[in-house]
């Protein structure tokens, strides 16, 4: 046997602070109102630091520094001139990129491969993509001179903290907006990092701030009178809430939530190759991916032979210490996400489903869930329907090309499928009827800044990325 | 063995004898999506090798060298100590384990089984006119009964690529199976001349052909065209085996030669072949390194893991 010796991450790269204060007006601040939580690491449950809760003076304080920048330095700014900032940030976050993957890890409880060589790669793209918009976004097509709309109160999720920042973040300084951003509670360390580099950028105060806190905060941000702009990303049910508290207002608002994707293997797929996409879309990140290829819909022709070479893949995953370079899966977020997978998967037995994970120890300690597939789900079951975020697959079959896209698009959501078959013309005749903004084809989970990424139906709408995800942040 | 398996080995027995069977065979094999077999080849090339995994990987890569030398300028004299190196590759540390094989072209042959004589190391002996195989079957065949004649106990034999890549399947699999006959109870390696395939559906494709004609490992390269061994084909090779085994019971072995010069290009190799076959194949008599310079490389970082410091090329012998 070749066992691999552990080869963990050095922690000391980063140098966390016991408290953290918020980020107002370029300047750590501490909330007007004292209160605070703690950000811990899911994988031993050990407190990482304890972190401001901004309370609704805070969220006040916030909009108006950003109204201020907005107003007196941002807005005026040549775009060549905000490009520069942009540049230097994104130029920062490559040279402290080592730094942030590891605090991603440690506060998020994803491996250090995947932080590394693809949260932190594609945080750098992005800043360095929108930065090259910023003095030309009269030829982005939306018009000769395109107007930034003004303050952006953005609301990001916890499974990508850092990336979805940036996808945030970026675009809407290039379009020369400012912003109030509220991390994620479990995750809010990387954003305040985020913060420092800002402040190491000399960006001027008050074109980011981050406020940390949980539901209320993020609620008191989005509802504030002062905001012209509203971006979340995250659940359905909390969008819904957002899109009902903007309603008659003059804020524009973009929505990127949940996702049920369907991955569709045809017969004459690239098997070894389809079952490395299955992997990657379902437990990439623990499953704690929106567009996550969460159904997997192969036909039924080839469905023992996929399923076999499934099982023996899934079995080679490491599951473990997020800073071991080896480990593939890593933690989940939290105890009630944990909660939340181990629910819908306990329903997903009662319901009949046959369950399977490969032998895998877990650690005592953190949250964790094995990597795990449900076979026989019929589009009745609760798995196949209600988005999981977790590493838990349910595998349908079908027979036709028909019925592959009516099972795909039986569902509330349409952020993302998969398609796996040698055929171009089925490609894209597959994609033509597929209902979701973002269709992979023999391939999955592929982010690139300049492709737009958005919904349909109930995964939201508007798109982040490329020269759509301007939109969003221009007065069109 | 269970029957199935036995069912389905005496019906793929039966492919090689048409040429439509053959084909409909061949090309009814699920395709390789080049991009995902790249990004898979890449991602399994991230593992981090460390400490005891990496003196464990370290000697395993030593036993798996087919230490090699194909040139027209080899000399008894540099093949007898290419053979002394096989046996003993660090005369300072009697720990280290000897290589898998030497490699060497039939003329050479003689020379090095004198020195191999009565050790473990066994004789390879490239045949049927390596490496570009241009030459009619009786003097392939030839070739290869006088390298077994004269000592060696493994064949790498090329395939007729040009064959191959035409569609005369049956002609490629008709002269495996003559060369494996002319082999006697040596093993055959089939050297599929990866670089020169172009795709990795015909790498998938070969790989089959040249288990099913009875070869008893397959090989990346000759090491003598532009491109050798590279990790995406040998993971394409690797699952190919795989299947093989599944579908037949019986386990063949698998060599990438030519370009892998480092210690850490070869711990990649061992990982791929770890999480693709597992280590059923993590085993010399399964898997082999066709190299020359990797031998000096292991060397030195085994050198270092066990007394900490680096030492100079120097102090290996150089072949």
Redesign the interface.
Known sequence: MFEYAPAPESRSVVDLKPSYGLFIDGTFVDPTDGGSFKSINPASEEVLAEVAEAGAQDVERAVRAARRAYDKVWGPMPGRERAKYLYRIARLIQERSRELAVLESLDNGKPIRESRDVDLPLVAAHFFYYAGWADKLEHAGFGANPQPIGVAAQVIPWNFPLLMLAWKIAPALAAGNTVVLKPAETTPLTALLFAEICQQADLPAGVVNILTGAGDTGRALVEHPGVDKVAFTGSTDVGRAIARSVAGTRKRLTLELGGKAANIVFDDAPIDQAVEGIVNGIFFNQGHVCCAGSRLLVQENVADRVLESLKRRMAQLRVGDPLDKNTDVGAINSAAQLERIRELSDAGSAEGAERWSPPCDLPDRGFWFAPTIFTGVTQAHRIAREEIFGPVLSVLTFRTPAEAVEKANNTPYGLSAGIWTDKGSRILWMADRLRAGVVWANTFNKFDPTSPFGGYKESGYGREGGRHGLEGYLNV | MTATTTSARSELSELGRSETALRTFLHGL????Q???E??AAQLG?????????A??ID?AIRMVDLTTLEGADTPGKVRALAAKALRPDPADPSCPHVGAVCVYPAMVPYVAEVLRGSAVHLASVATAFPSGQAPLEIKLADTRAAVAAGADEIDMVINRGAFLAGRYKEVYDEIVATKEASGDAHLKVILETGELATYDNVRRASWLAMLAGGDFIKTSTGKVPIAATMPVSLVML?AVRDFREATGRQVGVKPAGGIKTTKDAIKY??MV??TVG?DW?DPDWFRFGASSLLNDLLMQRTKLTTGTYSGPDYFTLD
């Open positions: 699920p395709g390789v999506d991009v995902g077999a990004q898979r991230t593992r981090s090798i460390k400490t005891t995994a990496k464990q990987a395993l699952e061992l990982v770890n999480e280590p993590l």
